[in-house]
């Protein structure tokens, strides 16, 4: 399982910093971050830790299995980010 950004994400990438392994982006210092409408994590990646849920300012990270139903769509968000753009 992994965890998956949805759209209340503002791009306060606390949840970037705290990543044990990098699974998330872009970063601030990545050129597609001031274009990016939000942060993504690539499920290849992701330990399912929860780490970036529990620092989380707008509560938009969740586990895939846990997404409401409105935004089931993100979990193919995060991963095409990663599919075509990394």
Known sequence: MTHVIAAPCI?????????????ISPGPLDDAFDEAEQLYINPAVCIDCGACRDVCPVLAISQEKDLPPHWANYAEVNREYFETDV
């Open 11 to 23: 791009a306060d990438y606390s949840c970037l910093e705290i990543c044990p392994v990098n699974a």
